[in-house]
């Protein structure tokens, strides 16, 4: 789900990447272009299970490997006659008063996990979104949200930012979730503009669930820097690579 606290003016060539990780745990890595003219915060919805600790997610800094994403389509090498394009593929006012969420400094980012809907009246009112919204996402009642915070003055002058990553607890074991409703304008709609491409690394019982899905030509430690990567990407497996563009339904992706 790419959901603003405020107004943006343009989102595109978003890039998500997920893996599971120990313990019934999730890597998930996210990047953007945005075009904005106010200070806001990232929001991402994610299903931890319920009454997760405010330190259940960890944040995992990239800004070592800001061309994460610039790498990872070495590993699946698009035909000298195709076109050079993406593919493509088929609130908290009423929480009683308590301490601050932490904010841990990830790279250019500020970062906080908010535990419940709740949890928001823990954040600087920049950096929510509106009650109403949330009255609109009720299968969100449940869920956590990592939080990123461009620091002050970025979110103005910084179109393209590295990677955000961090692991969090999974209500669901079984599915990797990729975080892909649209909030841009404060406002739930049906169906929404993507320029998304997913990718994921998936273990031998999960490849029959992947048949909508490219794999990469080569193992990932091939072509992307594995260790630069924190742990995130498995070195001796395959990628799998999934696009989704133009006008679709408004709905998180599980795999």
């Not at 990872?72 to 000298?80: D, H, I």
């Not at 928001?120 to 979104?129: A, C, G, H, V």
Request: charged share 30%; proline share 6%.
């Amino acid at each position: 789900m790419c959901c603003f606290s405020r107004n943006v003016e343009h989102v595109s060539n978003t890039n998500i990447f997920a893996r599971s990780s120990k313990e019934n745990r999730q890597f998930v890595v996210y990047s953007m272009k945005i075009q904005t003219k106010e200070d806001l915060a990232m929001i991402l919805p994610i299903p931890v299970p319920k009454e997760s600790p405010d330190d259940a997610v960890r944040f995992i800094s990239l800004k070592g490997y800001a061309t994460f994403f610039d790498d990872m389509p070495r590993g699946f090498p698009q035909p000298k006659a195709a076109v050079a394009s993406r593919s493509t593929g088929g609130v908290g006012s009423l929480a009683e008063k308590s301490k601050p969420l932490p904010v841990v400094e990830v790279g250019d980012f500020g970062a906080s996990f908010v535990p419940s809907i709740k949890d928001f009246s823990r954040l600087d009112e920049r950096f929510r979104l509106p009650d109403a919204a949330w009255d609109q996402l009720p299968r969100y009642r449940d869920y956590g949200f990592a939080v990123f915070k461009l620091k002050e003055g970025e979110a103005k002058k910084q179109q393209k930012v590295h990677p955000m990553a961090f692991e969090f607890p999974r209500a669901e074991p079984a599915k990797l979730f990729f975080p892909t409703v649209h909030i841009h304008d404060g406002k739930v709609h049906e169906r929404a503009d993507f320029d998304h491409i997913l990718y994921c690394q998936v273990s031998d019982g999960q490849t029959h669930s992947m048949m909508d899905w490219a794999e990469s030509m080569r193992l990932a430690g091939q072509f992307l820097k594995v260790d630069k990567t924190e742990g995130i990407v498995d070195a001796g497996n395959h990628c799998y690579k999934r696009g989704i563009r133009g006008k679709q339904k408004n709905e998180d992706v599980l795999v």
